[in-house]
């Protein structure tokens, strides 16, 4: 997931997620920043409604269910960048705290001539208390003025700092999700896809699921290589990622196996465009990088589901994948459909 969140927007989810993270048992760390951070922005459907879950009658957040929910609903981050981004939200929180501080001190200093004031103008001469209690003011003012000018271009140099960590952990968090051969979703995304598109589904709206596997691949890689084999997956997954607009998903779900998650079409539908990339495969001449040599054989096996209301994850996914299956036994680059109504 991409955050557009200006740095007005984030700088208000900060501040609305510092008193949350504080009410936890788990420490103020990125981890939980990014947890609360996405909570708070309600860009995280299947995060906020973990998290509400977890929360209810006043229970706290620990430390590991805090890495749980990051590593099931966000992302893992590496631990070189974990330990950079954790010095850098650091500093940000004792800048902040710094500068908070020293206007404070102004402000206290500020009420002290304000009640000394007060006294001398009870004295025996209160002219001369007030000529002097008015220059005391007015130091005092100006001193205040300018601690609380400090503390803005504070605030405003931890926006930009808060910003860039922003920006660098949903960097991490997308590359974490990305397949590095093909450049499509990976498993995780593919799941944290799938999820959102339930959860976040209109009444009587289902999405629909497209499983596809490259028939005999075990042959194309023994009998031309790895690299050639990674070719072909390469060139698969260019199919794929053409075959998909607006809110579908193409990944690649393991090895030569890959999914499409479809959430506002129908099974026809699905089945139309499963039959449509079966057949632009079956077209497709790969060509090797040795000999400029073109394999005439590459073809894939689809199966296709509709999801049914009430149906786990789990079981959609294993609907389509039974599909798949059955179009391998009916003889290989085929599409079939699971049965959308239970027995």
Known sequence: MEYHESIEQSAEFLRRALPLMSKQSAALNPV???VWYEYVAGINPALK?????????????????????????IAEIDEELAQRVSAGFQKVMADMSQSAAAAGDQAGQFGSALERWSADLDNSNPDLAATAGMSALLRHTQDMQRSIGTLK??????????????????????DALIDGLTGLTNRKGFDVALEGCLSDAEPGSRPSLLITDIDHFKRVNDTYGHVFGDKVIRSIAQILKHGVKGKDTAARYGGEEFVILLPDTPLEGARSLAEQIRATVEKCRIKRSDNNEALASITVSV???????????SDFVARADGALYA??????????????APA
């Open 153 to 174: 271009s504070s605030l405003d140099e931890s926006q930009r700092e808060i910003e860039q960590l922003r920006q660098e952990v949903s960097r991490a968090r997308q």
């Open 327 to 340: 179009s391998k036994n009916r003889g290989r680059n085929c599409v079939t459909v699971a049965e959308q």
């Open 49 to 73: 409604a973990r998290v509400d879950d977890l929360t209810r009658n006043d229970q706290r957040l620990d430390q590991q269910t805090t890495h749980d929910l990051f590593r099931k609903h």
């Open 303 to 313: 199966g296709v589901a509709r999801h049914r209301s009430g149906e786990s994850l």
């Open 32 to 34: 939980s920043y990014a």
